[in-house]
Each structure stands twice: as structure tokens, then as C-alpha cells.
């Protein structure tokens, strides 16, 4: 196990490295420079060129690139061009806001989705099961901006209206305003999660009910609680694993809608402002962290596979 883990470890370090590549390929092909969108479209020339000469633009794109990426493994990751900010406790604070959505959606959609999903497996083709399968179709095919616009109608304007519809609130200054602006944002990111959730851990479910040891737990005796919760349901929960811990990322990343709709200052409207704005090094820093946590994630998920499922042997 120690192995494994030191392998897919370097795994991560060979993606991260790859990934830091790409982006400051990407960055590096975009019109313009650094120093033309710091000075602005009426700069002279000298001017830019003395900033570039400055900024260390005028330096090969190798050594560029080992000075950003060795300031950002020490903690540098620079200064945000519009922001005029160190780009280090912005980003860290907006991560902190979408982690705060991300583990409740996650723990909403673990709880929800594996329960549904057992349910429906267990009683397959009774009419508990299709009732579980069409809501989730439903919730598969609405998008976010529609998702999220409906609950705000009717949570958060003309129907009932007892919930925030937009906004943050820090839980340090009000917890129970901090929790009342999670709902809604929560909601719609566990919709857009729950119905892969519960497809997956039904399909689970069915084939592994259907495999020669549960018939052998059974005629053992073995009670029904203890054939589904010890026997089916580990086995059942790999491919599920596999979905949340895919998802991870994308909740922090690719949740700019979500976050655009409630006006939640969350990593993923952090990322719309760089672009937007061209704010080349808070697009490379935010690219960089969401990157190194869906690494993580998934080697979490790799190491949760041994404990669900001991007859996995990794060479």
C-alpha cells in the first residue's frame, strides 16, 4: 500500500507538471503581454519596454517558466493585475467559500444519492424504483441556470419567500446567515450530482445482487440487513467512489454558473473574472490549485477502493 501510494503520488507530480506546462503555454499565446495590460492601451513604448525589461519579459520562455513555477512551489504565486493584490489570500479565501459548497453538495449528494440508489436497486422494477429513476432524469436534464433560477422563484421571491436568493455571508460574522445562503447554491449543485450518483450505485447494486456469493450470504442465513450493508453495498460503492471523487474538481472549478446566479464569491467566479479580465497570473494560480485538487481527490478515491474492496491488489 505504502508503494502504491508513493507511485500514484508521483503520478500527481507528473500530471501537476504537465498541467503547469499547458497553462503557461496557453497564457503565453494570448495577444498582448504582462506589462501592455498593467500600463494600458496608451503606454508609450519606452515605458513598456522598460516595464518588460522589469517584469522579466524579455527572458526566454524556459527560464519564465522555471521562475514562475518555482515562486509558485514557494508560495509566490504573484500579483493580480486588476486586483493590484497578492493573488495568494484572494485565491485561498475563494477556495475556502467553495469548499464550504463543495462539502455540503458532496455530503447531500453522498447521503441522497447512495441512499435513493441502494433503495432503487434493492427494488428493482417496483414502482419505488421508477419513481426514484424518472426524478432523477429530471434532475439530469435541467441545467444549472435553470435549476437555480427556479428555486430562487420559488424560495427566494414570489412564491415563499423565506430563503436568500443571492449573496454571502461569513460564517464568523453570522452562522445562521452563512447556512441560509448555502441552501439554494447546495441544492442546485446536488440536483446537477445526484442523478449520476443514483444511476450509478443502481446499476452497482443490481449486478452485485445478482453475483453467486450474495446468494451464498443468503442461504447461509446471513440477514438481509448484513447481505446489503457488508457484503453488496462495499462492492457495489467502487464505481460511485469513482464518480464523486471526478466531480470534486469540477464543484470548484466548473460552478461559475451556480455562482454567477446566487452572486457567490466562490473559486469559480474568481476563474470568469481572470478571463474576462485577462489576469494572466490569478488564471494561472486558480488553474493550478483546482488542478492540484482533483489530483488529490482522485488518489483519495484510489486508496478508498483498497478499504472498500481488500481483494484489489495494485502492483
Given amino acids: 500500500m505504502p508503494g502504491f501510494?508513493?507511485?500514484?503520488?508521483?503520478?500527481?507530480?507528473?500530471?501537476?507538471?504537465?498541467?503547469?506546462?499547458?497553462?503557461?503555454?496557453?497564457?503565453?499565446?494570448?495577444?498582448g503581454n504582462v506589462a501592455q495590460m498593467i500600463l494600458g492601451p496608451y503606454a508609450s513604448e519606452e515605458t513598456q519596454a522598460a516595464l518588460e525589461l522589469q517584469l522579466g519579459l524579455n527572458e526566454p520562455l524556459w527560464k519564465q517558466y522555471l521562475?514562475?513555477?518555482?515562486?509558485?512551489?514557494?508560495?509566490?504565486?504573484?500579483?493580480?493585475?486588476?486586483?493590484?493584490?497578492?493573488?495568494?489570500?484572494?485565491?485561498?479565501?475563494?477556495?475556502?467559500?467553495?469548499?464550504?459548497?463543495?462539502?455540503?453538495?458532496?455530503?447531500?449528494?453522498?447521503?441522497?444519492?447512495?441512499?435513493?440508489?441502494?433503495?432503487?436497486?434493492?427494488?428493482?422494477?417496483?414502482?419505488?424504483?421508477?419513481?426514484?429513476?424518472?426524478?432523477?432524469?429530471?434532475?439530469?436534464?435541467?441545467?444549472?441556470?435553470?435549476?437555480?433560477?427556479?428555486?430562487?422563484?420559488?424560495f427566494a421571491g414570489g412564491v415563499w419567500n423565506f430563503l436568500p436568493g443571492s449573496g454571502y455571508m461569513s460564517p464568523s460574522e453570522d452562522i445562521g446567515g452563512w447556512l441560509l445562503r448555502l441552501i439554494l447554491p447546495t441544492v442546485t449543485l446536488m440536483l446537477l450530482l445526484l442523478a449520476y450518483v443514483i444511476r450509478m450505485t443502481r446499476s452497482s447494486m443490481i449486478e452485485v445482487l445478482s453475483a453467486n456469493y450474495i446468494r451464498t450470504a443468503r442461504l447461509k442465513g446471513a440477514p438481509e440487513r448484513v447481505v446489503v450493508?457488508?457484503?453488496?453495498?462495499?462492492?457495489?460503492?467502487?464505481?460511485?467512489?469513482?464518480?464523486?471523487?471526478?466531480?470534486?474538481?469540477?464543484?470548484?472549478?466548473?460552478?461559475?454558473?451556480?455562482?454567477?446566479?446566487?452572486?457567490?464569491?466562490?473559486?469559480?467566479s474568481l476563474i470568469l473574472f481572470s478571463v474576462s479580465n485577462r489576469d494572466l497570473p490569478l488564471l494561472q494560480a486558480s488553474v493550478m490549485v483546482v488542478g492540484a485538487i482533483t489530483g488529490l481527490a482522485n488518489l483519495a478515491a484510489d486508496i478508498v477502493y483498497v478499504y472498500l474492496n481488500p481483494r484489489i491488489r495494485y502492483q
Fill in 67 to 154: 521562475e514562475w513555477i518555482g515562486g509558485f512551489l514557494r508560495g509566490d504565486w504573484g500579483e493580480s493585475l486588476r486586483l493590484s493584490q497578492d493573488i495568494q489570500p484572494i485565491l485561498l479565501l475563494r477556495l475556502q467559500n467553495s469548499a464550504y459548497l463543495a462539502i455540503a453538495s458532496l455530503a447531500g449528494v453522498t447521503v441522497f444519492g447512495i441512499g435513493l440508489g441502494v433503495i432503487a436497486g434493492m427494488r428493482q422494477n417496483k414502482p419505488s424504483d421508477h419513481i426514484i429513476s424518472i426524478l432523477a432524469f429530471i434532475a439530469i436534464s435541467l441545467p444549472a441556470f435553470v435549476t437555480g433560477s427556479l428555486l430562487i422563484i420559488l
Fill in 229 to 268: 450493508l457488508r457484503h453488496a453495498l462495499r462492492n457495489a460503492l467502487l464505481p460511485t467512489v469513482t464518480v464523486i471523487a471526478m466531480n470534486i474538481g469540477w464543484l470548484l472549478g466548473s460552478v461559475v454558473i451556480v455562482e454567477e446566479i446566487f452572486s457567490y464569491p466562490g473559486i469559480g
Fill in 5 to 31: 501510494v508513493l507511485k500514484r503520488f508521483g503520478s500527481l507530480v507528473l500530471t501537476l507538471l504537465l498541467l503547469s506546462l499547458i497553462v503557461f503555454a496557453v497564457t503565453q499565446l494570448l495577444p
